[in-house]
């Protein structure tokens, strides 16, 4: 379409309410966001959808996104390099991707994985399988979440000992 939209559908929390998991949609085509929005309105979560990767990236800098369903064919940024970028940024590598095409060739999904990918799926999606792997990483993304907060609860605690150990001051 050539024009950046950024839509939220909510249910009945916003955007960045961590009470419900927010799935960014990325496509250039305004019909392949509305199928993807129907598909995912069985989920409970909130679809965010946009046009561009310069958009999606811009997008994930301000709202947290615990799932990225994204196109590989896009004018400007393709789906490669949104991917690349997410997945090279230390705040947003974990987020999983899922990459959507209508090329089913071996040599776009090498390249969507190797662009760090964590899942492929050929457009039109089957909506079964689509639902399954969001609810899937959306789960994976949770849990990595609790790590790293267990994480820095353990780094805290190690800090405050050694703090009140005289021979580690």
Do not use: W
């Not at 993807?36 to 909130?46: D, G, Y």
């Not at 760090?116 to 079964?128: E, L, Q, R, S, T």
């Not at 949770?142 to 907060?149: A, F, Q, R, V």
């Amino acid at each position: 379409s050539g024009k950046d939209t950024c839509l939220f559908h909510d249910k009945q929390e916003t955007p960045g309410d961590d009470s419900v998991p927010n799935v960014l949609v990325v496509d250039d085509e305004s019909l392949n966001l509305e199928l993807m929005e129907a598909i995912l309105s069985q989920l409970p979560v909130n679809v965010i959808k946009t046009s561009s990767g310069e958009e999606a990236l811009s997008l994930i800098d301000r709202v947290h996104v615990d799932l990225v369903l994204l196109d590989v064919v896009m004018p400007g940024m393709d789906g490669y390099q949104v991917c690349r970028r997410l997945k090279s940024g230390e705040r947003t590598r974990l987020i999983p991707v899922i990459m959507l095409t209508g090329l089913d060739e071996l040599e776009a999904k090498i390249k969507g994985i190797e662009a760090g990918a964590d899942d492929f799926i050929v457009k039109p999606p089957n909506h079964a399988e689509l639902l399954a792997r969001t609810r899937s990483l959306i789960k994976v993304k949770g849990l990595n979440d609790n790590l790293i907060s267990i994480e820095s609860v353990l780094f805290s605690l190690a800090g405050a000992v050694e703090a009140k150990d005289a021979y580690t001051q």
